[in-house]
């Protein structure tokens, strides 16, 4: 994460804002990344077009993709003109976040980009198929830009997993602190926090079992919990006053502390699966996500292995 150079960032083509983009040249500035700006269009009216040969549609499409690169080079004017090396690339695909793939694999990306909407319940982020296929399936780390200005100090908040008895969530957690540290220092010395949460007693439990002790149960858990998190922030040397330790849900307690901290980002985990369960994050992962108001970044494991695959045929695309 702290040593992204190879960044592309997929561009909204519903708009002329693009904070995606911004937030590429922000990062540019301050570790000299390279940018790619990449569309991915699709016309399903020219391909049903029966009247036209084979050879005509082509031309359309060649077109239309001409055009929108004009179109969004003429969006990257402002960084261009300034000295900024934007690459645009325009390819024809109907599907975006295959495209988007496809291309981090083909080029080696190490970062995707990505603008996020709002929606009215309290400025809440809304997450478009699109994304949901990039966090679940893209092979490097994707940065969901939230359309709202960066908080004045805001803060990183790195939420990890404490609870697992699993052996890949440590190297998990400590890849997700270990990179969150590196950006943040090289970027603006942004202050890193560690949050991890720790669940209630279950009531299911309390109530069939009347002799059961419910708060020497939490302590234990907590107290757990506090061992884990203590060792983790040791490791890299973090104070004790940015870690938070918190009982309740993960799905609760992510998005609180985040509006509490007035971050600017939170940094989340998912682990690669195979089979059915790869084509989700994880619930937990996926209702932290809904709730959030912030910017976004999500990191897989080193041996995380995407389910899209290369194209075998090439897709007609236009470079600049």
């Not at 904070?19 to 020219?46: T, W």
Request: charged share 25%.
């Amino acid at each position: 994460m702290g040593n992204y150079q190879n960044v592309l960032v997929a561009i909204d083509a519903s708009q002329d804002d693009q904070p995606a983009l911004r937030r590429a040249v922000y990062l540019h500035h301050r570790i000299g990344c390279k940018i790619k700006a990449f569309l991915p269009i699709y016309e399903f009216s020219y391909e049903m077009t029966t009247l036209l040969s084979p050879d005509e549609r082509t031309a359309m499409r060649k077109g239309v993709i001409s055009q929108r690169t004009a179109w969004l080079k003429e969006q990257a004017r402002a960084y261009l003109d300034a000295g900024v090396p934007i690459e645009i690339k325009v390819v024809w695909h109907n599907r975006p976040f295959e495209a988007i793939i496809q291309e981090v694999i083909a080029e080696q990306h190490d970062l995707v980009l990505k603008m996020a909407h709002q929606y009215d319940r309290l400025s809440a982020i809304l997450f478009t198929p699109t994304d949901w296929h990039l966090l679940r399936k893209c092979p490097c780390p994707v940065w969901i830009v939230n359309d709202q200005p960066w908080p004045e100090g805001g803060k990183a908040l790195v939420a990890v997993n404490l609870t697992s008895e699993e052996s890949h969530h440590d190297p998990l957690n400590e890849k997700l602190v270990r990179e969150t540290l590196l950006l943040a220092d090289k970027i603006n010395k942004t202050e890193v926090h560690l949050v991890g949460a720790y669940p209630i007693t279950p009531i299911s439990i309390a109530i069939e079992l009347p002799d059961f002790d419910s708060s020497t149960y939490n302590n234990a858990i907590r107290a757990q919990h506090l061992i884990a998190m203590k060792a983790l922030r040791q490791k890299f040397s973090i104070n004790e006053d940015v870690v938070h330790v918190v009982k309740g849900q993960a799905e609760e307690v992510i998005p609180d502390l985040a509006d509490q901290l007035d971050v600017g980002i939170v940094v989340l985990g998912t682990v690669g699966r195979t089979g059915l369960s790869a084509a989700f994050l994880g619930n937990t992962a996926e209702q932290v996500i809904g709730s959030l108001r912030c910017d976004l970044l999500v990191i897989k494991p080193d041996d995380f292995k995407s389910s899209v695959e290369l194209d075998d045929d090439d897709e007609e695309d236009e470079d600049e």
